[in-house]
C-alpha cells in the first residue's frame, strides 16, 4: 500500500523516511513494494483511521480493518530479512514506526510491536525451517516467549501442554509461539547448567484454543486473551531459546534482547498523545477561584525563545508531520 510509490530517494530525504536495507542497492525509479518499504508517512497515513477505530464498549480487540490496514502498510515486516524481501530495518528505526501508530492507537501500536516478532524469532531458527513458517512477511505472530508450560520429550520432538496469559492479538495470529519447561520421556525435569531448561516453540495453530476472558478498563483492543495447547506435538526444529544468538544473526537481530527494547516506542507514543491532548483541553477549563478559562490567563503561554504551535485539534501533530514528509 504505502510502499508501492516509495522510492530510494524519498527513502533517504531529511523528512527521515526510514529506507530499508533491501532498497539501498535498489533502482531509484522502481515504484513496486518487493523491497516492503515502511516509512514513517504510512504510519502517520494512518492516524485518522486508527484513531477512530478504537474500540469503544465491550468489544475485546482491534476491529478487522484496522488489522488489515497494519498488514498492507507492512507494519509486521520490518524487522523480516533483507534475504527473504524483507525491509530489515534496524530497531532504532522500528521504534519511530511503532511510536507514530501508538500515537494514533495505544492497542493497534502495542499489538504491531509485538505481532512484528517473526522477524527475530526467524533469526533464531534454521533458515529454511522459518521461511517454511513464515512463508508470508506481513503475518502477525503472538503468544508468550517465556515458559508458562510443560514440553515432554516425544521422539524427535516435544509434546507441549499449557495455558498462556494475556497474549495480544491472538484471535488475529496467523503464528503463535509459547514457552515451556523441557522434560524427558520419562516426565522428569531437564536441566541447564543447574537450572530448569526451557524453549520456546513455534506452535501447531490447529492444536491452540483461544480463551475469550480479555475483559480489561483499558487497551481493550490488545485482544490479550489467553490460549493453551494440550499434548500439541511440535518437532525439535521449531523449539527455539529467545535469550541465546540466533542461528541467522542479520543486523536488525543482532543485539539479543532486540525484539524486546522496542516496546520503548509504546510509553512515548502514548506519552506524546497525551501530552497534546491535555495541551488541547486545557485553555478551555474553568480554574479556580479565579473562574476564568485557563487560556483567558495566559498560563499556557511558553517563554521558551521557540514555542510549539498550539494544537487545534486532535489530528494537528499527524497533519503537521504529514506536511512535514510530503
Known amino acids: 500500500m504505502f510502499g508501492r510509490d516509495a522510492t530510494v530517494t524519498e527513502h533517504l530525504s531529511r523528512c527521515h523516511l526510514i529506507a530499508c536495507q533491501a532498497c539501498s542497492d535498489a533502482d531509484p525509479d522502481r515504484t513496486d513494494d518487493r523491497c516492503g518499504s515502511v516509512t514513517l508517512a504510512a504510519a502517520t497515513d494512518l492516524f485518522d483511521l486508527l484513531d477512530a477505530r478504537r474500540p469503544g464498549g465491550r468489544r475485546s480487540t482491534a476491529s478487522r480493518a484496522t488489522v488489515d490496514a497494519l498488514k498492507a502498510s507492512h507494519a509486521f515486516r520490518m524487522p523480516m530479512p533483507a534475504a527473504w524481501g524483507g525491509p530489515e530495518l534496524p530497531v532504532t528505526d522500528q521504534l519511530l514506526v511503532f511510536e507514530e501508530l501508538t500515537y494514533a ?74 514457552g515451556a519447561f523441557l522434560h524427558t520421556a520419562d516426565g522428569e525435569p531437564i536441566t541447564d547448567n543447574g537450572l530448569p531448561a526451557w524453549r520456546t516453540f513455534v506452535l501447531p495453530m490447529d492444536a491452540v484454543t483461544i480463551h475469550d476472558n480479555w475483559d480489561p478498563t483499558g487497551l481493550a483492543g490488545t485482544g490479550s486473551h489467553d490460549y493453551s495447547t494440550d499434548g500439541a506435538w511440535v518437532p525439535d526444529v521449531h523449539a527455539m531459546q529467545p535469550l541465546e544468538p540466533g542461528a541467522v544473526m542479520a543486523p536488525s537481530t543482532r543485539s539479543r534482547g532486540g525484539f524486546i527494547v522496542k516496546a520503548a516506542a509504546v510509553p512515548l507514543g502514548l506519552a506524546r498523545r497525551a501530552l497534546d491532548e491535555l495541551t488541547t483541553m486545557a485553555p478551555g477549563k474553568l480554574v479556580f477561584p479565579e473562574f476564568q478559562m485557563l487560556d483567558d490567563l495566559g498560563h499556557t503561554t511558553t517563554t521558551s525563545p521557540a514555542p510549539r504551535p498550539r494544537r487545534l485539534g486532535p489530528h494537528a501533530a499527524a497533519r503537521r508531520r504529514r506536511r512535514c514528509l510530503g
Open 105 to 178: 492507537d495505544g492497542a493497534a501500536g502495542w499489538c504491531a510491536m509485538i505481532g512484528c516478532d517473526a522477524g527475530y524469532y526467524s533469526a533464531m531458527l534454521e533458515d529454511a525451517v522459518a521461511r517454511e513458517i513464515w512463508d508470508d512477511l506481513d503475518l502477525i505472530t503472538a503468544g508468550q516467549t517465556s515458559p508458562s508450560g510443560k514440553a515432554v520429550r516425544d521422539g524427535d520432538g516435544w509434546k507441549v501442554s499449557g495455558r498462556w496469559a494475556f497474549r495480544q492479538w491472538v484471535h488475529h495470529a496467523d503464528r503463535i509461539v509459547g
